[in-house]
């Protein structure tokens, strides 16, 4: 027997209007700069599907409806329709998605597609818009994924094209604290991380003398991620008694916690270890090693 789609299951709450669509796209991208979630569009144009009935009696307003409901129907519970406004053709968003979940999509589509012979014969043709910031309006992404949609179009067969100029992430903020009480010390390693040059990431810097000043100020209460460069030998309260109070905290995995010493016992560097520290800077050290390992800590944060 072949397959056929149930048409009386056919409005979906997928499926809505474009003004709509419109609105969560935005609400969708508004949480995902948050999250920093991508977000994927995919264009779907079908060709040659008049809008009224040929000469041999075939339905095409029928094969529409059929494509429209299919469509609803291989969609996640998250995943949102609407139809295009000025083409045979419909927009897919893909919460939380990336460019690639967007191509399985359409693979498996082409491949369920082949099971239906009253879409069957349809051609049709894709363009993905994957997302990774929120610098674009929707207008213009809208207006380059119809671009690649048409660029598609010239194709022979079903084919889809990509759109790349949306996935560079926003710079994330990365707060970094020196707390240092010696002051030469402390200006050497502000100078270092101004040096600290990581793609996607802008580092926000401030010194502080002491563990006491450092948590009256309101600095170390946001959500950024937060890297913490500290003496062990502070005044007022030293590295280790900071150290508890941080990792008491709320949200305390936000911090990166680094404590600058002499060399220490090794009891003492296990006991500091399992508090929840990160990792320390030996006294004395090589201020490029130091930068090169804190580069590379910071480009394996996930952003």
């Not at 460069?229 to 030293?238: I, R, S, T």
Request: hydrophobic share 40%; aromatic share 12%; with cysteine.
């Amino acid at each position: 027997m072949e397959n056929t789609i149930n048409l009386s299951t056919v409005q979906k709450s997928n499926l809505v209007q474009f003004q709509d669509f419109f609105t969560f796209f935005n609400f969708i991208s508004s949480n995902n700069k948050r999250t920093k979630s991508p977000v994927t569009l995919i264009f779907i144009n079908i060709q040659n599907i008049p809008q009224k009935n040929n000469s041999n009696g075939t339905d095409y307003k029928l094969e529409y409806d059929y494509m429209n409901q299919f469509l609803s129907e291989t969609l996640r519970e998250s995943d949102i329709l609407t139809k295009l406004p000025d083409f045979n053709g419909w927009i897919v968003l893909l919460p939380n998605a990336e460019e690639l979940e967007g191509v399985y999509y359409l693979r498996r589509l082409n491949k369920i597609r082949e099971e239906f012979s009253i879409i069957k014969g349809i051609k049709w043709c894709a363009s993905i818009v994957e997302i990774k910031n929120t610098l674009a309006t929707f207008e213009e992404i809208y207006t380059d994924g119809i671009q690649a949609l048409k660029e598609a179009l010239m194709e022979e067969s079903f084919s889809f094209k990509v759109v790349e100029k949306y996935q560079t992430p926003e710079p994330a903020d990365l707060k970094v604290s020196i707390i240092e009480n010696d002051q030469i010390t402390n200006n050497i390693f502000c100078e270092m991380m101004k040096k600290i040059d990581v793609e996607n990431f802008e580092l926000n810097i401030r010194s502080f003398f002491d563990g006491q000043s450092f948590l009256d100020s309101s600095w170390y209460q946001s959500d950024h991620m937060h890297l913490i460069l500290m003496n062990y030998a502070l005044p007022k309260k030293n590295g280790m008694q900071l150290l508890h109070e941080l990792r008491s905290m709320p949200n305390n995995r936000k911090y990166i916690i680094y404590i600058i010493a002499k060399q220490q016992a090794p009891e003492d560097l296990i006991y500091a270890y399992e508090s929840g520290v990160d990792g320390f800077i030996i006294k004395p050290f090589n201020l490029s090693v130091v930068r090169a390992e804190l580069k590379q800590m910071i480009k394996r944060i996930r952003i």
